[in-house]
């Protein structure tokens, strides 16, 4: 069981945020401090005043994964920021002293391959432990992993 854990939400699927939330919540220990946090990396082009649009990017986020906690009974402090995700991530994670961070994967596209992925940098530089829940894997009958493995009615 962990004291103090960052549960990372990207832009992925609700209900892989949900899978996230879950794990994190029966991972805490009783009394223990479970922080859901969103970073927003991508600053959008032509905007000319950039507060205005975090603003209100920060409170929508802050809204959405508010509602979805309270929707799964879960109590959680919500950190929504800017900046590179990686670095902010691991940013939360110091400030408050985490010992897990929960955190998934996803199809990984050219840019990873070019300059490395956040769930990697994350592994390599957090000074508390990581859990990574893998994106789902696309077999050759073109279901996925996790289809394949519920049951049929």
Not at 24 to 44: K, M, Q, Y
Not at 125 to 143: I, P, Q, Y
């Amino acid at each position: 069981m962990y004291d103090r854990i960052i549960c990372a939400i990207g832009l992925g699927s609700r209900e892989r945020a949900e899978r996230l939330l879950r794990t994190s919540r029966a991972l805490l220990s009783t009394g223990g401090e479970l922080t859901v946090a969103h970073i927003v990396e991508r600053f959008p082009p032509g905007r000319e005043n950039p507060d205005d649009w975090a603003v209100s990017v920060i409170g929508e986020a802050e809204e959405k994964l508010d509602a979805l906690c309270r929707r799964l009974g879960i109590t959680a402090s919500i950190d929504v920021r800017m900046g590179t995700a990686s670095r902010t991530l691991l940013t939360v994670a110091n400030e408050r002293n985490a010992d897990l961070i929960v955190l998934a994967t996803h199809t990984s596209d050219i840019l990873d391959r070019i300059f490395g992925s956040t769930v990697e940098y994350v592994i390599r530089h957090a000074e508390c432990s990581v859990l990574v829940e893998r994106a789902d894997k696309t077999l050759r009958n073109g279901t996925t992993k996790t289809d394949s493995t519920k049951k049929k009615p």
